[in-house]
């Protein structure tokens, strides 16, 4: 699976930006999706999850619940994210990523299980 980042940019804090994240290759069709971001000198952390299947299911960071909401269109193999009211503290780079197992809800906010990551996409929000 070859996962295929985009949407970043720079924005005023309060705005929206929407990335995407289109999947191709063998299994395009991953289990589940996420999101993840690092900022500089900060380890990695979850934003957000979505299942593929049983009703696509979402899983949030604390830190972006009502904010952000992770979307995926299976027909395009594309997950999404769209983030609004943006802090400073969103700025990061922002890292799709897709496992093709079965994993168990608790471990979808871990990295651990994710199979296949993509080239990140930089986010700077400015105050």
């Known amino acids: 699976v070859q996962l295929q980042a985009s949407g970043g940019g720079l924005v005023q804090a309060g705005g929206s930006l929407r990335l995407s994240c289109a999947a191709s290759?063998?299994?395009?069709?991953?289990?589940?999706m996420a999101w993840f971001r690092q900022a500089p000198g900060k380890e990695r952390e979850f934003v957000a999850a979505i299942r593929g299947n049983g009703g696509g299911m979402t899983y949030y960071a604390n830190s972006v619940k009502g904010r952000f909401t992770i979307s995926r269109d299976n027909a395009k193999n594309t997950v999404y994210l769209q983030m609004n009211s943006l802090k400073p503290e969103d700025t990061a780079v922002y890292h799709c990523?897709?496992?093709?197992?079965?994993?168990?809800?608790?471990?979808?906010?871990?990295?651990?299980?994710?199979?296949?990551w993509g080239q990140g996409t930089q986010v700077t929000v400015s105050s």
């Open positions: 290759g063998r299994s395009s069709n991953p289990y589940a």
């Open positions: 990523a897709a496992t093709t197992s079965l994993v168990i809800a608790g471990l979808l906010s871990t990295a651990s299980p994710y199979n296949y």
